[in-house]
């Protein structure tokens, strides 16, 4: 833990809770953080902890080493304008942000002085709220190893972490990632009520479900094997789950995923055309 180091977020909201949850006493101690979020219901979490919050930008931002920008895409550039003024050199900015490039960002915080050379892009997603999180991030060139290490740390506290090469991997990183959680809650979902049209109930279906997701993807993970290996053991011939996943084959269930991967995909390109003008 470093007790030099002071962390803002720059919006407030559940990622930016978790992260700030999960670096606290172990990056930097609680009272180092301060958070920025107009809606005052935001920082409610944040001074339990012992951080400090605002609904507008102050000093206590220049005086912070690391920016979390954890706000929605279509505020961002207001979100930057407001803060920029407090920025400092040196200062490692981190942004959570979707669809916004990282080109476009460093444009907009360098303003006439030229593009931010210290920014991290990055995807994380919502298990971070249990610690169980998986980010994706991108550094631009004037990112220092240091400071890659400082920013990947600060991430791994709520999970893991996978370095891409560019913001195109970065909406790769969205659409499998980043909107992931909401294909497995869905999947979640048609098992539970699948269980109860074969004569489960509620309660019954929930656990079974659960606790089938969770035991597969363990295995899935301590596994040397890949997923086909696992699945062709569990598949005899004839049997039970071959029927099944005729089934699922022959609606394309794999095309389907791939297909709705690259909506998501599409979809933060489109946010960044929409919201990430220079």
Same mark, same amino acid.
């Given at each position: 833990m470093d007790t030099n180091l002071r962390i803002a977020f720059i919006g407030g909201g559940n990622m930016a809770s978790a992260l700030g949850a999960g670096m606290a006493d172990k990056i930097a101690p609680a009272g180092n953080f301060h958070v920025i979020d107009i809606n005052r219901d935001a920082h409610a979490g944040w001074l339990q902890r012992g951080a400090s919050a605002a609904t507008a930008a102050d000093d206590r931002l220049a005086g912070c080493n690391v920016w979390f920008y954890a706000v929605k895409p279509q505020f961002m550039h207001d979100a930057v304008r407001a803060t920029q003024p407090f920025l400092r050199d040196g200062t490692l900015v981190i942004s959570v942000a979707a669809g916004i490039r990282g080109d476009v960002l460093a444009a907009w915080l360098g303003g006439d002085k030229g593009p931010w050379p210290k920014l991290v892009r990055c995807m994380p997603n919502t298990p971070a709220l249990v610690g169980e999180g998986v980010t994706g991030m991108f550094a631009l060139p004037g990112v220092a190893q240091a400071e890659r290490d400082l920013a990947q740390a600060m991430l791994a506290s709520v999970g893991k972490v996978v370095w891409v090469?560019? +913001?195109?991997?970065i909406d790769a990183v969205t659409a499998l990632s980043g909107s992931g959680?909401?294909?497995?809650?869905?999947?979640?979902?048609? /098992?539970?009520?699948?269980?109860?049209?074969?004569? /489960? +109930?509620?309660a019954q279906a929930r656990e079974l479900a659960l606790g089938t997701l969770s035991g597969a993807t363990r295995l899935a993970r301590e596994s040397d094997d890949p997923p086909a290996v696992l699945r062709e053991r569990v598949t005899s011939r004839g049997g039970t789950t071959a029927a099944a996943l005729k089934v699922l084959e022959d609606g394309h269930f794999m095309e389907l995923i791939a297909h709705a991967m690259q909506a998501a995909a599409h979809r933060s390109r489109e946010l960044s055309d929409e919201f990430g003008q220079v």
């Open positions: 090469e560019n +913001d195109a991997a959680p909401a294909y497995v809650f869905r999947f979640i979902e048609a /098992l539970i009520e699948g269980g109860m049209k074969v004569g /489960l +109930d509620a």
